[in-house]
């Protein structure tokens, strides 16, 4: 589909290049060759599939899919083999190069639609930055004609001559008989919504930086911001803290004054357990016993 989508391109700008009739007959030669060779590597590797599936002896329904993975197949290399045939096609005419030019500005145009960039010939196709697209949207609007411009007699003449009339006296750009035609295409048409999208997330942003800028002055503006007050309210906390360590320490004093007076209690010596047990004993009145 996107080959059918170049040859459509293709025969869109056979007058815009001015292209021989050679070189036509070369563009739709190449198609015709893409479009056979497609056709018969799918139907030959559909049947490759059926014969494998039918000589192995599987079910219907495995042999029917063996037969349309080998139409996948053969379609592919098909299409390859169908497209390196079409650029050998093109090379045999003897201006060739003035007709790959046509199908690589085709290409990228059509790549360009998509949002890819391709930086030389042979290098893989990548993603375009934003800034890339609006330059691309830019080009597109003003109809990529930067040299010269063809007036209705079939005379080429340059960009500062479409500017001036002929008193030679200059004229605005929109005022002007020989302003470039702009060529709208899909990707004109696709990237215009992009671009309002992109300024309406500016704004947005901007809302946003403003709104957050707004609460940081009212924040600022309620914060205590009287050094002394900070300066005072650590010193408390420094007191506090003092107070609190000093008091327990006092407390660990004591609770080692009190055990060891516990322990001291303690007999230690069988006289002192005697001298202990002797003062301990009372009658009932409460009376110590000898």
């Keep these: 589909m996107a080959n059918n989508k170049l040859h459509v391109r293709l025969n869109e700008r056979v007058e815009e290049y001015k292209l021989t009739p050679e070189e036509v007959a070369a563009i739709d030669k190449a198609r015709g060759q893409l479009s056979s060779y497609t056709t018969f590597g799918g139907f030959a590797g559909a049947a490759v599939g059926a014969f494998l599936g039918v000589r192995r002896r599987f079910s219907p329904w495995a042999s029917f899919a063996l037969a349309g993975g080998g139409f996948l197949i053969g379609t592919q290399m098909g299409l390859v083999s169908g497209a390196l045939a079409g650029v050998n096609t093109i090379k045999t005419l003897p201006n060739s190069e003035h007709l790959m030019n046509l199908v690589r500005d085709v290409q990228n145009e059509i790549l360009a639609e998509k949002g890819f960039k391709r930086d030389s010939p042979t290098s893989p196709p990548r993603r375009m930055s934003p800034a890339e697209r609006e330059s691309e949207l830019r080009n597109y609007q003003h109809g990529n004609q930067l040299g010269k411009k063809q007036d209705e007699n079939g005379e080429f003449m340059s960009e500062d001559d479409s500017l001036t009339d002929n008193s030679g006296i200059e004229r605005p750009f929109e005022e002007t ?114």
């Design 177 to 290: 008989d020989a302003a470039p035609r702009r060529r709208v295409t899909g990707y004109t048409q696709r990237q215009q919504p992009e671009t309002e999208a992109g300024q309406e997330e500016d704004e947005s942003n901007a809302n946003y930086d403003g709104r957050r800028g707004a609460w940081e002055k009212i924040r600022s503006e309620n914060l205590p911001n009287d050094r002394p007050t900070w300066a005072k309210l650590r010193e408390q906390a420094h007191k506090q803290k003092a107070g609190q360590e000093s008091s327990g320490a006092a407390q660990d004093n004591d609770t080692m004054t009190s055990t060891q007076l516990q322990s001291d209690s303690i007999p230690r010596t069988r006289e002192e357990m005697e001298q202990v047990s002797q003062r301990s004993r009372k009658n009932k009145y409460g009376d110590p016993v000898d």
